[in-house]
């Protein structure tokens, strides 16, 4: 016997269907003929409709529904007001300075920490001649039909001839 194919025709489970549709029919007509009392179908009405009233919604959540709503409500409120807070770092007990300084006018642009330059007992400032593409080091947009260029530019330097910081302009 071949068990990985079913057979072709299988037996009705439930016997002759014709037999049952006549079972059913008889039992239709015994119920209706049944008639719950005035009285008991009015309580059942009533019953079901103090279970399934028509309650507003806010009415409809129980204690613990607020509750969860409360504090879903307020870690809200608390994250809102995280992201409107600017972030600081931890240990942070002064703000941080700028890496951008106007001295006369000029904008310098840190190379090298501010501390080390602040610290340095004799800078000098030194006239050069640097071309365009050095801008692009420092994060600036160049032109590409200018790139090979120079501009003029006057650099903090220390005793040893470190670069410290830098200002691009048209100096005279």
């Given at each position: 016997?071949?068990?990985?194919?079913?057979?072709?025709?299988?037996?009705?489970?439930?016997?002759?269907?014709?037999?049952?549709?006549?079972?059913?029919?008889?039992?239709?007509?015994?119920?209706?003929?049944?008639?719950?009392?005035?009285?008991?179908?009015?309580?059942?009405?009533q019953?079901?409709?103090?279970?399934?009233?028509?309650?507003?919604?806010?009415r409809?959540?129980?204690?613990?529904?607020?509750?969860?709503?409360?504090l879903?409500?307020?870690?809200?409120?608390?994250?809102?007001?995280?992201?409107?807070?600017?972030?600081?770092?931890?240990?942070?007990g002064?703000?941080?300075?700028?890496?951008?300084?106007?001295?006369?006018?000029?904008?310098?642009?840190?190379?090298?920490?501010?501390?080390?330059?602040?610290?340095?007992?004799?800078?000098?400032?030194?006239?050069?001649?640097?071309?365009?593409t050095?801008?692009?080091t420092?994060?600036?947009?160049?032109?590409?039909?200018?790139?090979?260029?120079?501009?003029?530019?006057?650099?903090?330097?220390?005793?040893?001839?470190?670069?410290?910081?830098?200002?691009?302009?048209?100096?005279?």
């Amino acid at each position: 016997m071949d068990t990985r194919h079913p057979p072709d025709h299988l037996p009705d489970p439930l016997g002759d269907t014709a037999e049952l549709d006549l079972r059913l029919a008889g039992l239709r007509e015994a119920l209706s003929a049944v008639d719950t009392p005035r009285c008991v179908d009015k309580e059942l009405m009533q019953a079901f409709q103090a279970q399934f009233s028509r309650r507003p919604r806010y009415r409809r959540l129980g204690a613990l529904e607020w509750i969860a709503t409360a504090l879903a409500g307020g870690l809200g409120a608390a994250m809102l007001a995280l992201l409107l807070v600017p972030p600081r770092l931890a240990g942070d007990g002064y703000p941080q300075a700028p890496l951008l300084r106007l001295d006369d006018g000029g904008a310098f642009v840190a190379l090298d920490s501010l501390e080390r330059i602040e610290r340095e007992p004799a800078p000098r400032l030194v006239a050069a001649d640097l071309p365009r593409t050095v801008l692009a080091t420092l994060g600036l947009p160049i032109d590409p039909e200018y790139a090979g260029d120079s501009i003029r530019a006057e650099m903090l330097v220390d005793a040893a001839g470190e670069p410290l910081a830098l200002r691009l302009g048209a100096f005279e």
